[in-house]
């Protein structure tokens, strides 16, 4: 399957600070999406991206399109503890039938 | 709307026992998807259904089979369960429109195989 490389593979955050990961692969992709997932849950998607250099927010997480379209980043600002979890990004590419997904970027927020 | 639910959330079988996973999805979906989540990596998929009546394998299907029964639901069996299946199960759901390739998921399913 086609490797999306995600970094960083943990943070540690104080509350408030801003965060920042990113996720890269060597193939195009047509679609990105951004899933936090708590523990003991499912993934829960956070963005959706179609269109290279597209930016989206969504409340305090902001998500890029990469104008290469093999990467896209995902921000957030002022972080709370309950920003803590797992965010995975995900890919999909034209003709494929499925989403490929990162190894996830483990977020830790300290109060 | 309680979106996608599966059943069950917990189960632990022998080395050589079967069961199904079972799912379903109340969002009116066309696609419905199987994944695994083990430890340090992302999700994986094991079988996808395009619609009603189709089914076909994704990247790890090797052990598993699925059944479309309706729209509405998607199951996953284990004809006989190896210690390599442990793992977490994952359901999605997701309505591929133009450009719509966002994908919904369960609150999943922890299996282990002694």
């Known amino acids: 399957g086609q490797q999306l490389n995600q970094s960083p593979q943990s943070m540690f955050i104080q509350e408030g600070e801003d965060v920042s990961m990113n996720c890269t692969s060597s193939?195009?992709?047509?679609?990105w999406l951004w899933y936090k997932q708590e523990p003991g849950e499912g993934p829960v998607l956070l963005i959706a991206?179609?269109?290279?250099?597209e930016l989206t927010s969504n409340g305090r997480l902001t998500a890029q399109f990469g104008i290469t379209r093999k990467d896209s980043f995902l921000n957030i600002s002022a972080s709370i503890p309950s920003d803590v979890g797992i965010y995975f990004c995900?890919?999909?590419?034209?003709?494929?039938?499925?989403?490929?997904f990162g190894t996830g970027t483990r977020l830790t927020v300290i109060p | 709307n309680a979106g996608v639910t599966q059943t069950p959330k917990f189960q632990v079988l022998k080395t050589g026992q079967s069961m199904t996973l079972q799912c379903a999805q109340d969002?009116?979906?066309?696609?419905m998807y199987w994944y695994r989540q083990d430890p340090g990596m992302g999700l994986r998929l094991i079988y996808y259904?395009?619609?009603?009546?189709?089914?076909d394998k994704g990247e790890v299907p090797n052990g598993y089979n699925v059944s479309r029964l309706n729209k509405r639901e998607f199951s996953l069996r284990l004809e006989s369960a190896a210690p390599s299946q442990t793992s977490v199960y994952f359901c999605?759901?997701?309505?591929?429109?133009?450009?719509?390739?966002?994908?919904?998921f369960g609150p999943g399913t922890r299996l282990t195989v002694l």
């Open positions: 999605a759901s997701s309505a591929p429109i133009a450009g719509d390739n966002e994908q919904f």
């Open positions: 193939s195009i992709f047509n679609t």
């Open positions: 991206l179609y269109k290279a250099g």
């Open positions: 995900a890919g999909f590419q034209t003709g494929a039938n499925n989403l490929f």
């Open positions: 969002m009116n979906h066309n696609s």
């Open positions: 259904s395009a619609s009603e009546g189709t089914t």
